[in-house]
C-alpha cells in the first residue's frame, strides 16, 4: 500500500510564498500598472454566433488551437517515420549510413529552432512549392477536396506556409525522436541479440521479430513525452505567420490591447492540451509497468 504523503513545513512555506508572489503580481497589474481587466469580451474570441448556421462556430483563438493541434500531431506522426528511419541508419553497419544518421541528429540538434524555421520558409514555401505550383493545384481541387484538405492541413491559401512550419517541426522533433529510438533499441540486453543470431534470423528479422517488440515498450513514454514538447515547440512557427495559436494570440493583442486576459488565456488552452497529455503518458507508463 502507498504511505499517504505528509505535509511538511517546507511545503507550508512555498505555498505561502507563491500566494504572496500572486497577491504582489496582482496589485503590480491591478495599481501600479493601473490596468484594466475585461475577461467579458474573451468568450467571444473563442466562439462566435453564425446566424447562418445557427449555432456557435470557433474564432480566432480556437481556430489558432485547432491549427496548433494539427501541426502538432502531424507533425508527430511525421517525425516519428523520419526518426525511425534515421535511428535504423544509426545503428546500421553501413558506415555511409551511420554518417547520414548521425550529421543529420547533430546538425539539427545544435541548430536554433528560429534560423531553421527561416530557412525552411525561404526554402520550402519561396522556392520549392512555387516553383511546382502546388497552391494552384490546389485551388483547382473540388470545393469537397478543398475542404477537406482545410479540415485536415490548412487552406489552399495557406497551405504553403503551413508545409514550410510543418517540415520545419518534422526536422527538428525527428532528431530528438531519431536518439529515442536508438536509445531504447540499444538499451535490449545483448543476449537477445546473440539468441536471436544462433536460431538463425537475419538483422532485419532479428529487429522485427526481437528487438523492437521490446523497445518498443521502453521507448513509448518517451515518444508520447515528445508529443507534449511538439505542442510547445508548435509556437515557435508563428514567426512565418501561421496562423496556430501564439499567432492569433498576438494578432487579437494587438488589436484589442488586452494583453494579460488574451495571454492567460492561450497559457490555459496550452496547458489543457499538454496536462491532458501528460496525463495520458503517465496512465499508459503505469500500464506498461504491469508487463
Known amino acids: 500500500m502507498e504511505r499517504r504523503r505528509k505535509i511538511t513545513l517546507l511545503d507550508i512555506v512555498l505555498i505561502v510564498l507563491l500566494t504572496g508572489a500572486c497577491v504582489w503580481l496582482f496589485?503590480?497589474?491591478r495599481v501600479e500598472l493601473n490596468y484594466r481587466w475585461n475577461w467579458?469580451?474573451?468568450?467571444?474570441?473563442?466562439?462566435r454566433y453564425?446566424?447562418?448556421?445557427?449555432?456557435?462556430?470557433?474564432?480566432?483563438?480556437?481556430?489558432?488551437?485547432?491549427?496548433?493541434?494539427?501541426?502538432?500531431?502531424?507533425?508527430t506522426v511525421f517525425a516519428t517515420l523520419l526518426g525511425s528511419v534515421m535511428a535504423l541508419f544509426r545503428l546500421s553497419r553501413s558506415l555511409f549510413k551511420r554518417m547520414i544518421g548521425r550529421t543529420y541528429v547533430e546538425l539539427v540538434r545544435n541548430m536554433p529552432p528560429l534560423v531553421l524555421v527561416f530557412i525552411l520558409y525561404f526554402f520550402i514555401s519561396d522556392q520549392i512549392l512555387s516553383l511546382?505550383?502546388?497552391?494552384e493545384f490546389l485551388r483547382s481541387l473540388s470545393p469537397s477536396m478543398q475542404k477537406l484538405l482545410t479540415w485536415c492541413f490548412s487552406t489552399p491559401a495557406q497551405f504553403p506556409v503551413f508545409a514550410s512550419g510543418l517540415f520545419t517541426l518534422v526536422l527538428y522533433e525527428g532528431a530528438y525522436i531519431t536518439e529515442i529510438i536508438r536509445a531504447g533499441i540499444q538499451s535490449i540486453d545483448r543476449g537477445q541479440w546473440e539468441a536471436s543470431s544462433a536460431m538463425g534470423l537475419s538483422w532485419w528479422q532479428q529487429m522485427r521479430h526481437v528487438i523492437v517488440?521490446?523497445?518498443?515498450?521502453?521507448i513509448l513514454p518517451s515518444l508520447a513525452g515528445q508529443l507534449i514538447s511538439t505542442i510547445k515547440d508548435s509556437a515557435i512557427v508563428s514567426v512565418i505567420s501561421i496562423q496556430e495559436l501564439t499567432f492569433q494570440g498576438m494578432e487579437l493583442m494587438a488589436a484589442t490591447y488586452l494583453t494579460f486576459e488574451v495571454w492567460i488565456t492561450i497559457t490555459a488552452l496550452y496547458f489543457i492540451v499538454t496536462f491532458g497529455c501528460s496525463l495520458g503518458v503517465r496512465r499508459m507508463?503505469?500500464?506498461?509497468?504491469?508487463?
Open 213 to 218: 517488440p521490446q523497445a518498443t515498450v521502453r
Open 285 to 291: 507508463e503505469l500500464s506498461l509497468r504491469r508487463y
Open 27 to 29: 496589485h503590480r497589474i
Open 40 to 47: 467579458s469580451v474573451i468568450p467571444q474570441y473563442l466562439f
Open 132 to 135: 511546382l505550383g502546388i497552391e
Open 50 to 75: 453564425d446566424p447562418e448556421k445557427g449555432y456557435f462556430v470557433p474564432n480566432l483563438l480556437m481556430k489558432g488551437f485547432f491549427t496548433t493541434l494539427k501541426l502538432s500531431v502531424w507533425a
